[in-house]
């Protein structure tokens, strides 16, 4: 694939988004509280209820407390719990649909610091350019990466493909590629 790193200067950008579970994860709280009351009920149908209600509220206190935040601002980008200046930032690419899932499976780094939520699929892979850190980049999931990769001065990685392709496509119909055709 060719190269685009981020410009060593990036202009301003702000983007926010918070990776709010699925509503098939809110579902299954619901699931879960109901059986939690259903738990309770040989106690009493009172105490059903309000096992079920402690449960709900527990269970959705800790999803929404537990909800990771990207944010890029102009001097910082945080991820989860980690933040990084933006002068750190290497090259940074989008990732969707069988991509995505390379990058989160096969083609995964272990010391990668990992933002991942198995319910959204596009994966942004920022590099750090930090020499202190030996984190080589962080991964993240995010609902927006065209939005999230251009905020950041990258790329998604079907628009760097269709530039090779069309590179490719360039060089294979230039007359250096007929006569090298015609000598073979």
């Given amino acids: 694939m060719a190269e685009n790193p981020s410009p060593t200067h990036p202009a301003p950008a702000h983007f926010r988004e918070k990776l709010w579970p699925a509503w098939w994860i809110w579902l299954v709280t619901l ?24 449960a709900l509220a527990l269970i959705a206190f800790a999803l929404i407390n537990n909800t990771p935040l990207i ?19 290497g090259e940074v690419t989008g990732y ?23 319910w959204i699929d596009p994966v942004v892979r920022i590099e750090i350019t930090d020499e202190r850190d030996t ?7 995010t609902r927006r990466p065209e939005e999230l990769t251009a905020a950041l001065g990258g790329v998604m990685v079907q ?26």
């Fill in 31 to 54: 699931g879960l509280a109901g059986t939690a009351a259903v738990a309770f009920m040989p106690i009493g149908i009172k105490w059903g209820v309000i096992g079920g209600l402690v």
């Fill in 159 to 184: 628009f760097r493909e269709a530039a090779l392709e069309q590179e490719q496509a360039t060089g294979a119909h230039s007359p250096d590629s007929a006569a090298e055709a015609d000598s073979v």
């Fill in 96 to 118: 969707r649909a069988a991509a995505a899932y390379h990058q989160r499976g096969p083609g995964l780094n272990g010391i990668a610091f990992m933002c991942i939520r198995g």
């Fill in 71 to 89: 944010e890029v601002d102009e001097d910082n980008v945080r991820v989860g719990r980690a933040t990084i200046e933006r002068k750190f930032i």
């Fill in 135 to 141: 984190t080589p980049y962080w991964i993240t999931s």
